[in-house]
């Protein structure tokens, strides 16, 4: 069996892009932040300066999320390219907001990102409609 996908899967390869792009830009705040709190590696959290630990908390949520997103966004992605390279790119925006508010040093600030969830619920519902209109349930 051959899976064939639309032109448009390539909107869905943008998002993946603009996901990694999201990624390193958090990882390089990670490292822009250990260098001015003067956290040494392996150190992963600092005891003397708790806005480093917002820059790598932020980070690290999003590496907790990205594994599921991904096969979210493949998997919905596959037969809805369009819907689902805007979802990625809601949560990619999402992640982006979340982690500057969490940058703040009130880890409160971060729920302005919340609207990342938005993203990656509608790509999870997307990806069930995909399965039940695959196996002719509707």
């Known amino acids: 069996m051959a899976i064939q996908v639309a032109p448009e899967f390539g909107y869905v390869v943008f998002s993946l892009v603009a996901t990694f792009v999201t990624y390193m830009y958090l990882g390089v705040n ?15 959290y600092s005891d003397k300066d708790q806005i480093f630990n917002c820059y790598q908390r ?7 999320q990205l594994p599921l997103f991904l ?9 809805f390219p369009v819907p ?3 979802c990625g790119l809601v949560w990619n ?12 040093g009130d880890p ?20 069930i ?8 349930w509707v």
């Open 30 to 44: 990670v490292g822009k932040a250990r260098k001015k709190y003067g956290v040494k590696y392996p150190t992963m």
């Open 58 to 64: 932020a980070h690290q949520n999003m590496l907790e």
């Open 71 to 79: 096969v979210f966004l493949l998997v919905a992605g596959v037969q």
């Open 84 to 86: 689902s390279a805007i």
């Open 93 to 104: 925006a999402g992640r982006i907001v979340y982690a500057h508010g969490y940058y703040t």
């Open 108 to 127: 409160a600030k971060r729920i302005w990102g919340g609207f990342s969830n938005m993203g990656h619920v509608a790509l999870i519902c997307i990806a």
């Open 129 to 136: 409609y995909g399965a039940v209109r695959q196996l002719n």
